[in-house]
């Protein structure tokens, strides 16, 4: 059983910039898959990035290549989403979520990228403006 917290939203002017924190318990001694998702009104639920809490593996959508970063403290059980250079697209309810225990780190980009099953968070609201 996982359970996730995010926090980190706001409100930013396009090409301001956010980081995003996921606070996870209940999962301390597995390794296992994690990742950020989101959705606009109206848009698909879309993958955004993902990590390995074993290390060795990450993922990022095309579109947010080289402006997020994601990174994890499994000292804290914490993984985070740094947004730079944000765009009003980017304008979503940003999700974290974590995937069933994996001791191969290279499935977490196709666990991200067909919807990310498993455990959710509350979701935390960005918006970008103009």
């Known amino acids: 059983q996982v359970q996730l917290v995010e926090s980190g939203g706001g409100s930013v002017q396009a090409g301001g910039s956010l980081r995003l924190s996921c606070a996870a318990s209940?999962?301390?001694?597995?390794?296992?898959?994690m990742g950020w998702f989101r959705q606009a009104p109206g848009k698909e639920r879309e993958g955004v990035a993902a990590?390995?809490?074993?290390?060795?593996?990450?993922y990022y959508h095309d579109s947010v290549k080289g402006r997020f970063t994601i990174s994890q403290d499994n000292a804290k059980n914490t993984m985070y989403l740094q947004m730079n250079s944000l765009k009003p697209e980017d304008t979503a309810m940003y999700y974290c979520?974590?995937?069933?225990?994996?001791?191969?780190?290279?499935?977490?980009?196709?666990?991200?990228?067909?919807?990310?099953?498993?455990?959710w968070g509350q979701g935390t609201q960005v918006t970008v403006s103009s």
């Open positions: 990590i390995y809490t074993g290390g060795g593996s990450t």
């Open positions: 979520a974590a995937g069933p225990s994996t001791t191969i780190g290279t499935v977490c980009p196709g666990w991200v990228r067909s919807g990310g099953i498993g455990y």
């Open positions: 209940g999962s301390t001694f597995r390794r296992y898959c």
